[in-house]
């Protein structure tokens, strides 16, 4: 839950090595997403909600170059938990500009 990408490449390292037959298995990752459209909103989120391990945040740029790195390392598929849902109802539709963002 929430693992940085050197993380990310340790485990899916230990993920393939520990697989029965050589078989690989997509990798996912899941962890507390906290996205603002603006270095200001990202801020303002971040007061509001404080930071916690392993918190993903930032502005749409800053999270995709970070989910960027995560696939680099060989995830395949994330599963956000953003923090704001129950507060801001932009919140689904910032982190789907993060989907839109990603390469």
């Known amino acids: ?8 490449i340790s485990e899916v390292a230990d993920r393939r090595r520990l697989t029965a037959g050589g078989r690989d298995v997509a990798a ?4 507390q997403v906290l996205v603002g459209r603006t270095h200001a909103e990202a801020a ?4 509001r909600y404080g930071t916690r391990p ?12 970070h989910f960027d790195a ?4 060989g995830i395949t598929f994330v599963v ?3 923090l704001d849902v ?3 109802a932009a919140a689904y539709e910032t982190l789907a500009e993060v989907r839109e963002g990603l390469t």
Do not use: M
């Open 80 to 82: 956000c938990a953003p």
């Open 70 to 73: 995560l696939g680099e390392a």
């Open 54 to 65: 392993n918190l993903v945040r930032g502005t749409v740029d800053e999270v995709v170059r």
């Open 1 to 8: 839950w929430g693992a940085n990408p050197a993380e990310v």
């Open 86 to 88: 129950h507060d801001d």
């Open 44 to 47: 303002a989120k971040l007061d």
């Open 28 to 31: 996912t990752w899941g962890g």
